[in-house]
Structures are given as C-alpha cells and as structure tokens.
C-alpha cells in the first residue's frame, strides 16, 4: 500500500544541540536503510520548512505506523498521512 507522508519537525528551542545532532544522524540512517529496502519510496524537503513529504510503500497501515513510531525524529514531529491508490491515467506499472 502507498501512503504520503506529511512530516513536520519542531525542535525546541531549549533542545540540546549535541543531543539533536546525534538524533538527526539516527534518523538520516533510519531513513536511509528503509529507502534503500524499498519501503520509504520517496521524500522531498518542503521548500523553506523543517517538513518533508514522503511516499511510503508498505504491507497495510500498521506496518506504516510501526516505520514511523521508528523515527528518531518522532517525538518531535507532527505527521498526517494519506492512503493513496493508482491513478487511472498512470503510466507508471509500480504505482499500486
Ligand atoms: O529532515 C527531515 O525531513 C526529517 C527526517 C526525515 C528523514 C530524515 O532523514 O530526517
């Protein structure tokens, strides 16, 4: 299944910067394993914002729910999701 993925970071301003900078490889790390399996399909950064959208392809919402509890990042985001379905004009055959 194909969800997009909102994800809006806020740090706050009293965050130790260390603490954050270790975070952040984590995260880069997480996100980058589950792009490389497949999972995490896409992400843009949102122009001017701390916030991405992303497409992830997944078995169903809890497999979604369980990537993004994973989130070094998540206790510091705010996340809305979308389930998507094939468009009926798409060329692409991976778009499900
Ligand atoms: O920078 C972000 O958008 C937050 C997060 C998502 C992936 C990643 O590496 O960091």
């Keep these: 299944m194909?969800?997009?993925?909102?994800?809006?970071v806020n740090i706050p301003l009293d965050a130790d910067p260390a603490v954050?900078?270790?975070?952040?490889?984590?995260?880069k790390a997480y996100s980058q394993a589950l792009q490389q399996a497949?999972?995490?399909r896409h992400i843009w950064?949102?122009?001017?914002?701390?916030?991405?959208?992303?497409?992830?392809?997944v078995e169903n919402a809890?497999?979604?729910?369980?990537v993004l509890l994973?989130?070094?990042?998540?206790?510091?985001?705010?996340?809305?999701?979308e389930a998507l379905c094939r468009h009926p004009s798409?060329?692409?055959d991976d778009d499900r």
């Design 2 to 8: 194909l969800f997009k993925v909102d994800m809006q």
């Design 20 to 27: 954050i900078e270790d975070i952040k490889r984590e995260e």
């Design 38 to 40: 497949g999972k995490w």
């Design 45 to 57: 950064r949102v122009a001017g914002q701390y916030a991405n959208v992303s497409i992830f392809d």
């Design 62 to 66: 809890q497999e979604l729910h369980d």
């Design 70 to 81: 994973g989130l070094p990042l998540y206790k510091f985001m705010e996340i809305k999701v």
């Design 90 to 92: 798409s060329i692409r």
